[in-house]
Every structure is written in structure tokens, then in C-alpha cells.
């Protein structure tokens, strides 16, 4: 008797998570991570709105909610995402999910039927493809620049598949490169998509993150024609724990999402949930978001100077301005043996077959993060980086 379904075997273990398994010992430096590290954490603010809540109404606090999320929240994002120009009071709306990746879950559980493509950048979010494929789509990859996707190669993969659910795009200081697509790209994505008449799913983790600057408008504030679903949350920015994230798109839509969400959790904790809102509208959200990008900032800073003072020349490195990835890239050779070599010395970086639709296929890039490292161990770490790809290359 074979108890699996036909989809669960495309399903393929994460080598991110397998490297990150490593991460349960304090001994190893976590240029890994990709949620934020205790120096990150708000843990006063947090410590303050859980006495308050637990104290003034635990039973509110711990008990159920309705499944498209507590009403004062979802208004609180509501007026955010209205604000930049993201959400529409006449046709949109918005749901709570348990995180962006469920958000991305269920809208591809409402859209892949059996057969479809989906199409995405390649380098992509590795815990994505087993998402998409559990649902029966193909995932079809689009090499990118330091813009984004590559527009050619994205209207010959929808010619080549017709049948195309929807892009997935993460635009902002994006999983695994750290690159962000300029606003001529955006529009190109966008139009093409409307060539195609495909959806496209924003995904929003890491937007509130940017260092300074012009802010780059979202896909989603471009969007005239209602193709783009917007999905975000606040794993990245205040704490994996809280896992609250949201989906943004026409009402026709949310409308079947929270069927869905009805199906898979009855909806998302409303403990998250209260924390979250009362961090956003009562505990000085923007301020403390402000001190957040600082602290990324530098962390990021320290991290690309250090690579850039102690690595061989040949090794090149994204310099991103927002988020906390960043993308190297060396010459030639084995990869995987170098990141094997570093790991022995017990540092973590993923390799970057980690995020390529083809798992097996050799890769020449892997992905640092800041975001799970004190300044004393990214002065260590890259200090044993370097010592090893010295040996390896010029």
C-alpha cells in the first residue's frame, strides 16, 4: 500500500534547513538565518505588551478569533498599506495569515490546478518549490541581474508555458541576493504579466527593511488591472515567534482565501495577533523601525567590509541596501566543498544550490546573512571564510 499522494513526491528536503540544523549549537557563527537574531528582538516592547495583555484580558488574549484575522488588526495594516498606495478601499481587502509563507500557501492553493507553471527567479526562497509543487504546479525558473528577473527570459517562459498560474516575485532586498528591482523593472514585470494575463504574487517580507533612500513603489501601487496579490508580515521584522503575515488583493479573492484559511488553521493565533497590533498602533512602531534598519545597516556594513578587506579579489559580493542577505560569488570550483570546508570550522553559510530549482545542478554562488551574528562573530566568521577561500582562490 502506498500511503503518499502522486504530489508528495516532488516534495525534496531543504538543504537550508539541513545546514541550519547546526544553528542549535551556540558553538557555530549563523551567517544562516533568515529571521531576526536576539540583538534584533524588541524584547522590552514585546515584554510590555504580554504583561498587558495577560494581565488586562487573558481570555480575549488567548482564545479564538475569526479566521480572516481580528478586525482592529487588519485595520491597522489596512491604513499602512492604503498610505503607500497598496490597498484600494473600494476593491480590496485583506486577511490575517500565520506568516507570509502561508499567505503564499494559500493563494497557491486557490490558483495551481495540476499541471500549471510558476514561474520564478532562480536564485528563489528554497522553502517556495516544495510549496508550489505540493499543488501539483512546475516551478520554472527566470535568471536575474542585479535588477530582478531578466525581461526576455520571463516572456519566452510564459510563451513556453501558457498554462502559467501566476510570478512569484520578492522585490525588496530579496531571498537569497539581496538585490532589489529598480522601478523600470517593476513595470516591465507588470506588463508583461499583463501581455500574458497571469497574477502575480508580491511577496512584501522584507520591504519595511531598506537602509535609506528612495523608496522604490511597490509592484502592487503600479498595478491598474488588479493582477498583483500582495503578501507580507512581520517574521522578519519583529520576531519569527510572532508569526503574523497578511495577504492584499481584490475582495473576489481574499473572499476564497479565507475558505481556505478556514481549511488549514482556522486562522492565525490571536495572541500574535493582539501583540502585533498593539505594537503598531500603541508601542511606536515606525520609531522602533527606524532604530531596526540602523542596526541592520551597520551590521550589513560590517559584514561587506570585512569580505571586502579579507577575501580573495576574485570573489564577489552583492552590496545590498536594505534586508540582511547579501549573495557571493566565486570564480570557479567546487562550491560545495568550500562551504563544507568553512562548516568544518563551524561556520554556517548556505550554499547556493540551496536556491536553485535544480538542486543537483553545480552553482557558484552562496548567501551570507547578518542578520543572526554579533559584530565579534562576523569579524571571526569572515576571518575563517577567508582563510579557507584563500586556499581555493586568487
Given at each position: 500500500?502506498?500511503?503518499?499522494?502522486?504530489?508528495?513526491?516532488?516534495?525534496?528536503?531543504?538543504?537550508?534547513?539541513?545546514?541550519?540544523?547546526?544553528?542549535?549549537?551556540?558553538?557555530?557563527?549563523?551567517?544562516?538565518?533568515?529571521?531576526?537574531?536576539?540583538?534584533?528582538?524588541?524584547?522590552?516592547?514585546?515584554?510590555?505588551?504580554?504583561?498587558?495583555?495577560?494581565t488586562n484580558n487573558?481570555?480575549?488574549?488567548?482564545?479564538?478569533?475569526?479566521?480572516?484575522?481580528?478586525?482592529?488588526?487588519?485595520?491597522?495594516?489596512?491604513?499602512?498599506?492604503?498610505?503607500?498606495?497598496?490597498?484600494?478601499?473600494?476593491?480590496?481587502?485583506?486577511?490575517?495569515?500565520?506568516?507570509?509563507?502561508?499567505?503564499?500557501?494559500?493563494?497557491?492553493?486557490?490558483?495551481?490546478?495540476?499541471?500549471?507553471?510558476?514561474?520564478?527567479?532562480?536564485?528563489?526562497?528554497?522553502?517556495?518549490?516544495?510549496?508550489?509543487?505540493?499543488?501539483?504546479?512546475?516551478?520554472?525558473?527566470?535568471?536575474?541581474?542585479?535588477?530582478?528577473?531578466?525581461?526576455?527570459?520571463?516572456?519566452?517562459?510564459?510563451?513556453?508555458?501558457?498554462?502559467?498560474?501566476?510570478?512569484?516575485?520578492?522585490?525588496?532586498?530579496?531571498?537569497?541576493?539581496?538585490n532589489t528591482l529598480?522601478?523600470?523593472?517593476?513595470?516591465?514585470?507588470?506588463?508583461?504579466?499583463?501581455?500574458?494575463?497571469?497574477?502575480?504574487?508580491?511577496?512584501?517580507?522584507?520591504?519595511?527593511?531598506?537602509?535609506?533612500?528612495?523608496?522604490?513603489?511597490?509592484?502592487?501601487?503600479?498595478?491598474?488591472?488588479?493582477?498583483?496579490?500582495?503578501?507580507?508580515?512581520?517574521?522578519?521584522?519583529?520576531?519569527?515567534?510572532?508569526?503574523?503575515?497578511?495577504?492584499?488583493?481584490?475582495?473576489?479573492?481574499?473572499?476564497?482565501?479565507?475558505?481556505?484559511?478556514?481549511?488549514?488553521?482556522?486562522?492565525?493565533?490571536?495572541?500574535?495577533?493582539?501583540?502585533i497590533h498593539r505594537?503598531?498602533?500603541?508601542?511606536?512602531?515606525?520609531?522602533?523601525?527606524?532604530?531596526?534598519?540602523?542596526?541592520?545597516?551597520?551590521?550589513?556594513?560590517?559584514?561587506?567590509?570585512?569580505?571586502?578587506?579579507?577575501?580573495?579579489?576574485?570573489?564577489?559580493?552583492?552590496?545590498?541596501?536594505?534586508?540582511?542577505?547579501?549573495?557571493?560569488?566565486?570564480?570557479?570550483?567546487?562550491?560545495?566543498?568550500?562551504?563544507?570546508?568553512?562548516?568544518?570550522?563551524?561556520?554556517?553559510?548556505?550554499?547556493?544550490?540551496?536556491?536553485?530549482?535544480?538542486?543537483?545542478?553545480?552553482?557558484?554562488?552562496?548567501?551570507?546573512?547578518?542578520?543572526?551574528?554579533?559584530?565579534?562573530?562576523?569579524?571571526?566568521?569572515?576571518?575563517?571564510?577567508?582563510?579557507?577561500?584563500?586556499?581555493?582562490?586568487?
Amino acid at each position: 500500500m502506498n500511503a503518499f499522494s502522486r504530489r508528495a513526491g516532488s516534495l525534496q528536503p531543504s538543504i537550508t534547513s539541513e545546514m541550519l540544523r547546526y544553528a542549535a549549537d551556540p558553538s557555530f557563527i549563523n551567517f544562516g538565518a533568515s529571521s531576526p537574531g536576539a540583538d534584533f528582538i524588541p524584547n522590552g516592547i514585546l515584554r510590555d505588551i504580554t504583561e498587558e495583555l495577560l494581565t488586562n484580558n487573558p481570555a480575549e488574549a488567548l482564545g479564538y478569533t475569526l479566521p480572516e484575522g481580528l478586525r482592529p488588526l487588519r485595520d491597522a495594516i489596512k491604513d499602512r498599506l492604503y498610505s503607500k498606495g497598496i490597498l484600494s478601499w473600494n476593491d480590496d481587502d485583506l486577511i490575517i495569515t500565520s506568516g507570509t509563507q502561508q499567505g503564499i500557501d494559500i493563494i497557491s492553493r486557490l490558483i495551481c490546478n495540476e499541471g500549471d507553471a510558476v514561474i520564478c527567479p532562480d536564485p528563489c526562497p528554497a522553502e517556495l518549490f516544495n510549496t508550489f509543487r505540493s499543488y501539483g504546479a512546475k516551478v520554472v525558473g527566470v535568471i536575474c541581474d542585479n535588477e530582478g528577473m531578466d525581461i526576455s527570459c520571463l516572456e519566452k517562459a510564459l510563451s513556453d508555458n501558457p498554462r502559467t498560474a501566476f510570478i512569484y516575485i520578492n522585490p525588496d532586498f530579496s531571498d537569497p541576493t539581496g538585490n532589489t528591482l529598480s522601478e523600470e523593472r517593476r513595470k516591465q514585470v507588470l506588463e508583461t504579466a499583463y501581455r500574458h494575463n497571469v497574477l502575480i504574487i508580491e511577496d512584501a517580507t522584507y520591504s519595511e527593511l531598506g537602509f535609506g533612500g528612495d523608496e522604490i513603489p511597490s509592484i502592487r501601487s503600479l498595478d491598474k488591472n488588479g493582477v498583483v496579490i500582495y503578501v507580507g508580515g512581520f517574521s522578519a521584522v519583529v520576531s519569527k515567534g510572532l508569526s503574523v503575515g497578511y495577504i492584499c488583493c481584490r475582495k473576489n479573492i481574499c473572499s476564497r482565501a479565507v475558505c481556505a484559511l478556514e481549511g488549514a488553521s482556522l486562522g492565525a493565533d490571536s495572541f500574535s495577533q493582539q501583540v502585533i497590533h498593539r505594537l503598531l498602533t500603541r508601542y511606536g512602531y515606525d520609531e522602533y523601525l527606524e532604530e531596526l534598519r540602523e542596526k541592520y545597516r551597520k551590521k550589513s556594513d560590517l559584514l561587506i567590509n570585512c569580505l571586502k578587506y579579507k577575501m580573495p579579489y576574485s570573489v564577489e559580493f552583492t552590496e545590498p541596501y536594505g534586508g540582511f542577505f547579501l549573495w557571493g560569488t566565486t570564480p570557479e570550483g567546487d562550491l560545495n566543498y568550500f562551504c563544507r570546508k568553512v562548516l568544518e570550522q563551524k561556520v554556517i553559510m548556505i550554499p547556493g544550490n540551496a536556491f536553485a530549482i535544480d538542486s543537483l545542478a553545480a552553482r557558484l554562488s552562496f548567501r551570507l546573512s547578518c542578520a543572526g551574528v554579533s559584530d565579534e562573530e562576523i569579524e571571526k566568521g569572515t576571518d575563517i571564510i577567508a582563510s579557507v577561500a584563500k586556499t581555493l582562490y586568487k
